[in-house]
């Protein structure tokens, strides 16, 4: 079975520019997350979407952030304008079911760098 | 609110040396406790986990016991190798959600 896939794998933009994160869960998986790491900190939670719904998107800083996941397959996480204190990596990953018993399953994260 | 704390690194041993990597928590009620992976270039891993007090998760010689009088799940090993080189992160779970310590490197010397 494929495993969780963002694209890019890297990003470097300028401040005040637009970049759009995509992320392709394992098919078959409801549940989506987003988190992010920002400068070597903790790992937090951005949202979480159920098929096509967002479940839970308290975690979002802003609205210069929006995520999308249409159809409830793919996701995509955008940031306009992109500030410099949004740099990090923003993972992604996707679940059969809800609960513990139901794991995780992570993509490679994509490093956003905004100069 | 819930919180993890964990010993920050980098944390440097030579091969076959014990590990302990510390992981404290602050929660209400009764969180699962995890630890995660994340090799060089790779995603994040679930190394191990432990979903109530006193049990013990354990993988690939890697061990953590859900310790709640000490709000503890350290993360051990007895002999590391090159190859358990990687950024080591504990979290719990909050409704669905993780709550994440900010991750410790791990570099092992040959």
């Known amino acids: 079975e494929a495993g969780v896939t963002q694209f890019p794998s890297h990003s470097v933009i300028e401040k005040g520019q637009t970049v759009t994160l995509r992320c392709d869960p394992i098919s078959g998986h409801d549940n989506l997350y987003w988190y992010r790491r920002v400068m070597g900190k903790e790992i937090k939670f951005l949202l979480h979407f159920v098929k096509e719904s967002k479940q839970d998107e308290s975690g979002m800083p802003n609205n210069r952030f929006l995520a999308e996941r249409t159809g409830g397959t793919y996701s995509t996480l955008k940031v306009q304008p992109a500030e410099l204190e949004d740099s990090g990596v923003y993972f992604c990953?996707?679940?059969?079911?809800?609960?513990?018993?139901?794991?995780?399953?992570f993509g490679n994260g994509t490093r956003l760098t905004v100069t | 609110g819930n919180s993890v704390t964990q010993m920050e690194g980098p944390v440097t041993l030579s091969e076959e040396a014990f590990l302990t990597i510390n992981c404290t928590y602050t929660?209400?009620?009764?969180?699962?406790l995890f630890w995660y992976v994340q090799y060089p270039g790779e995603g994040l891993q679930l190394l191990l986990k432990?979903?109530?007090a006193d049990d013990k998760g354990s993988n690939k010689g890697f061990e953590a016991t859900y310790r709640k009088e000490t709000t503890s799940f350290h993360l051990e090993k007895g002999s590391v190798q090159v190859s358990d080189s990687a950024v080591y992160f504990c979290a719990l779970s909050d409704n669905y959600q993780l709550i994440w310590g900010a991750g410790t490197k791990l570099i092992i010397k040959p």
């Open positions: 990953a996707s679940s059969q079911s809800l609960g513990h018993n139901s794991p995780l399953h």
């Open positions: 432990a979903t109530k």
């Open positions: 929660a209400t009620g009764y969180p699962s």
